[in-house]
């Protein structure tokens, strides 16, 4: 059974920093794009960052370059997501997600989020 589980939200500061984790388990992921996504309240999910978990290439949403950065690390099977100058605007439950297409087979996972608050 494939899950993947976050940790790291909490309460910080505005210009504070976080690290959420996500410990992915149940199958290999080799070739999937890991990211991470958010949803604040009254909105829309929305794309914060992506991993491709074998090459490691990465890509960011515009809102969060320079502030945020994904990583990951094999042995632990584990993506990282560092956010830095935390703004309040930042507020919102934060998703971890495995995606991976195969000709037109698509397996999709996601975690079941973890919360981040800045105050002001």
């Known amino acids: 059974q494939v899950q993947l589980q976050e940790s790291g939200g909490g309460l910080v500061q505005a210009g504070g920093s976080l690290t959420l984790s996500c410990v992915a388990s149940?199958?290999?992921?080799?070739?999937?794009?890991m990211g991470w996504y958010r949803q604040a309240p009254g909105k829309e999910r929305e794309f914060v960052a992506v991993l491709n978990w074998s090459a490691g290439d990465t890509y960011y949403a515009d809102f969060v370059k320079g502030r945020f950065i994904i990583s990951r690390d094999n042995a632990k099977n584990t993506l990282y997501l560092q956010m830095n100058s935390l703004k309040p605007e930042d507020t919102a439950v934060y998703y971890c997600?495995?995606?991976?297409?195969?000709?037109?087979?698509?397996?999709?996972?996601w975690g079941q989020g973890t919360q981040v608050t800045v105050s002001s």
């Open positions: 997600n495995a995606y991976h297409l195969t000709g037109t087979t698509s397996d999709n996972y």
């Open positions: 149940g199958r290999t992921f080799a070739g999937f794009a």
